[in-house]
Nanobody, 127 residues
Framework: QEDLVESGGGLVQAGGSLRLSCAASGRTFGRNTMGWFRQAPGKEREFVAAITGSGLNTFYADSVKGRFTVSRANVDNTVYLQMNSLKPEDTAVYYC????????????????????WGQGTQVTVSS
């Protein structure tokens, strides 16, 4: 069981930065692939970024590559999403999710890989 709680969302102007945090309560955090997804109004949920349990490998959607950075601190059971050069099209509710090993079933960019989800945090980027 993993309880996930996101924080750090808010309102920011285009070109600004935000750092999202996701605190996990389970005992298996260090073994979980952690993902970030987002859902904009009227759109389907989409993959943003993921990081393996060790933190050695990261994955990004093309739309955020070079602007967003995912990291984790296993000692604190926390995963982060640093978002720079934000654009209005980044506006969405951002969710963190916990899943199995990256070598397991489903690709890291598929929401089917993830078993546990947080409640989400709103990010709004004004133009």
């Amino acid at each position: 069981q993993e309880d996930l709680v996101e924080s750090g969302g808010g309102l920011v102007q285009a070109g600004g930065s935000l750092r999202l945090s996701c605190a996990a309560s389970g005992r298996t955090f260090g073994r979980n692939t952690m993902g970030w997804f987002r859902q904009a109004p009227g759109k389907e949920r989409e993959f943003v970024a993921a990081i393996t349990g060790s933190g050695l490998n990261t994955f990004y959607a093309d739309s955020v590559k070079g602007r967003f950075t995912v990291s984790r601190a296993n000692v604190d059971n926390t995963v982060y999403l640093q978002m720079n050069s934000l654009k209005p099209e980044d506006t969405a509710v951002y969710y963190c999710a916990a899943g199995g090993p990256v070598s397991g079933r489903y690709a890291v960019n598929s929401d089917l890989k993830y078993t546990y989800w947080g409640q989400g945090t709103q990010v709004t980027v004004s133009s």
